[in-house]
């Protein structure tokens, strides 16, 4: 029975991980075809290139999808083996809870290994492409960097809001510009209707206003003037533009590779830069995320033996909300370590510490076959309304 433990609990967990990742990517996928349905529908962008933007998409969502679906895997074939009675049935014939936890680990040593390879290898490699090109679409067309009623902060020197933006042509309503390239005064703008527009060629970026007016601040406090327009044409070099730069786009944290990213965060902390906490979180997060799958599919051996629940649903229910709870201690923490509270670095471990040491506490106790008050709870609740559920269908 020993020998053909291993085998049998794989066959459980494969197709349920692939099943799983295949739902929850195509989710993920499905909210950022969404986002970018905008580009084809609105901004003219080739269909072509929304595909190729989702593929390099993909990277980032499997290195959040690989752990969430070993989770689910897991917990899903431990809550039908115990549902069963099989984990009675194992015990009864001498196997210990510590007896089939090597198949489990060797699983998820394996999704760990992959989506290790995500982070620190393929996602940045991916963001950076995925940045190059929507720059090349921004200078072809510079309006898909505009969003409507916000203030658009990525052109040098530049603020821009735009009230409205036209679903069927290029025409923008209700736009406010301040305009600060000019070293001794600040322009204010303020039109009716405009479009903007690209000159490639030329590297210049082309902005036609219609009825509005122009105050110019200047710096001295000294003098000021405003100017009516009928029509108004802006133009500024796209050097500089966050949606078209001419020069050589730089790599930030999310897209330099692992090497090169030790050595900016450590650089930067020895400079003592305003961003080097991010720079550092960054890192160590794409060696603790992979570490996830490994305690994610450890906590959910015990939660699969010990929850007196049936059915798939519930198990989805309870992996979800598992996940949840890893992720918010994961958001805290980047918060946490971006106002330097502690070492910025730790805080991306906490929640493998976290999790991993409550992993280790409930496989002890569900091997010594202990209640943990808290699955415990939860037991008499789901029982209690099962009981309720029961009593209103006979009823009825």
Not at 63 to 76: D, E, G, Q
Not at 169 to 188: A, G, H, K, N, P
Request: proline share 5%; charged share 20%; net charge neutral.
């Amino acid at each position: 029975m020993i020998r053909i433990l291993p085998a049998y609990i794989f066959k459980e967990l494969a197709p349920s991980f692939f099943l799983n990742l295949l739902v929850f990517s195509f989710i993920l996928l499905m909210a950022k075809v969404l986002e970018l349905t905008e580009l084809v529908l609105v901004r003219g962008v080739a269909a072509g290139e929304i595909f190729s933007l989702l593929a390099l998409s993909l990277p980032f969502f499997f290195s959040m999808t690989i752990p969430m679906s070993t989770l689910l895997a897991v917990l899903l074939a431990f809550l039908r083996m115990s549902g069963d009675g099989e984990v009675t049935v194992l015990k009864a014939a001498g196997v210990s809870l510590y007896q089939l936890l090597p198949p489990v680990a060797v699983f998820c040593a394996g999704t760990m290994a992959l989506t290790g390879y995500l982070t620190l290898s393929l996602v940045p490699a991916a963001n950076w492409i995925f940045e190059q090109k929507v720059v090349d679409l921004a200078k072809v067309r510079a309006d898909v960097s505009l969003k409507e009623r916000v203030f658009n902060v990525g052109y040098k020197n530049m603020t821009i809001l735009v009230n409205h933006m036209s679903l069927t042509s290029d025409l923008m309503e209700d736009i406010f510009i301040q305009d600060e390239r000019e070293t001794d005064v600040t322009s204010v703008i303020v039109a009716a209707r405009g479009r903007i527009a690209t000159d490639p060629s030329q590297g210049i970026l082309i902005i036609q206003l219609y009825n509005g007016v122009i105050d110019r601040v200047y710096h001295d406090m000294k003098k000021t003037d405003s100017t009516r327009f009928d029509q108004y044409e802006l133009r500024m070099s796209m050097e500089g533009t966050d949606g078209a730069p001419s020069g050589p786009l730089e790599k930030n944290q999310a897209t330099l590779p692992t090497p090169d990213l030790f050595e900016a965060a450590a650089r930067l902390k020895t400079q003592n830069h305003p961003h080097w906490a991010v720079y550092e979180m960054d890192l160590h997060k794409r060696f603790a995320l992979p570490l996830a799958c490994l305690v994610l599919g450890l906590i959910a051996v015990p939660l699969g033996v010990q929850v007196n629940l049936k059915g798939r649903n519930w198990g989805i229910v309870m992996g979800l909300a598992v996940f949840l709870a890893y992720y918010v201690l994961l958001t805290a923490a980047w918060s946490f370590g971006d106002s330097r509270l502690y070492p910025p670095g730790l805080g991306m471990w906490m929640p493998n510490v976290v999790i991993g040491s409550l992993a280790l506490y409930m496989i002890r106790q569900t091997n010594r076959e202990r209640p943990i008050w808290l699955i415990d709870l939860f037991n008499r609740w789901s029982g209690w309304w099962q009981e309720r559920k029961a009593k209103g269908e006979a009823a009825s």
